[in-house]
């Protein structure tokens, strides 16, 4: 069975500053894998989605996040987090059970931008 | 607009006192699912339906029944409720891997 890890439960940053959130899966075959935000509130909303082609893969709102198979790792970035990127984070990978794909998610990511 | 509806987006009840929370695609997606998210364990699937009127069982299905008798609906049904299902509460439908989420129902069990 397929899992995600994600590696710490609450990042902080200021404004302006890199952001990095952590995430490893586990997986017997390649994974499609993605990074959904909910914001207070809100709904869950796709950031990006990788599934097998480039393994840089750009998402919405300067987000970012790299496929390392050697690492079993698909980490998130951002070059510089603005105050608007407060929200919790989650590293989804998808399993194919019985002709559906079924999302195995972390248990989050909580992230703080400061001033 | 493309949505996943959800009703009602908060509910108080006591427990034993059945509840349905409706979920509603406008997308012509044929799977649907259900889950909870509680702190510290992200969101885990309850049920999910592959087409009209089949449905499975998630990874914590105890308390919780569903039905598919038309593509776009997908009802979340608790019988007799109890505390422990105090939690937030997500419809998605989905196009191939992509799942879209509704915007949540907030359950409170006393």
């Known amino acids: 069975a397929q899992s995600v890890t994600q590696l710490d439960s609450h990042v902080s940053v200021s404004e302006g500053t890199p952001v990095l959130l952590r995430c490893n899966y586990s997986?017997?075959?390649?994974?499609?894998l993605f990074w959904y935000v909910q914001h207070p509130n809100k709904g869950l909303q796709l950031l990006l989605k990788?599934?097998?082609?480039?393994?840089l893969v750009k998402g919405i709102n300067g987000f970012e996040a790299e496929f390392k198979k050697s690492e079993t790792s698909f980490h998130l970035t951002k070059p510089s987090a603005h105050m608007s990127d407060a929200a919790e984070y989650f590293c989804?990978?998808?399993?194919?059970?019985?002709?559906?794909?079924?999302?195995?998610f972390g248990a989050g990511t909580r992230l703080a931008v400061h001033p | 607009e493309a949505q996943v509806t959800q009703n009602p987006r908060y509910l108080i009840t006591v427990t034993g006192k059945k509840l349905t929370v409706t979920c509603s695609q406008n997308?012509?997606?044929?799977?649907m699912s259900w889950y909870r998210q509680d702190p510290g364990l992200g969101l885990r699937q309850i049920y999910y339906?592959?087409?009209?009127?089949?449905?499975d069982k998630g990874d914590v299905p105890e308390g919780y029944k569903v039905s598919r008798k038309e593509k776009r609906n997908f009802p979340l049904i608790l019988e007799s409720p109890s505390p422990n299902q105090t939690s937030l509460y997500f419809c998605?439908?989905?196009?191939?891997?992509?799942?879209?989420f509704g915007p949540g129902t907030r359950l409170l069990v006393l």
């Open positions: 990788y599934t097998s082609a480039a393994t």
């Open positions: 997308m012509n997606h044929e799977y």
């Open positions: 997986s017997s075959y390649s994974p499609s």
């Open positions: 989804v990978v998808s399993e194919n059970s019985g002709g559906y794909n079924k999302l195995i």
């Open positions: 998605a439908s989905s196009l191939l891997e992509t799942q879209y």
């Open positions: 339906s592959m087409n009209v009127e089949v449905t």
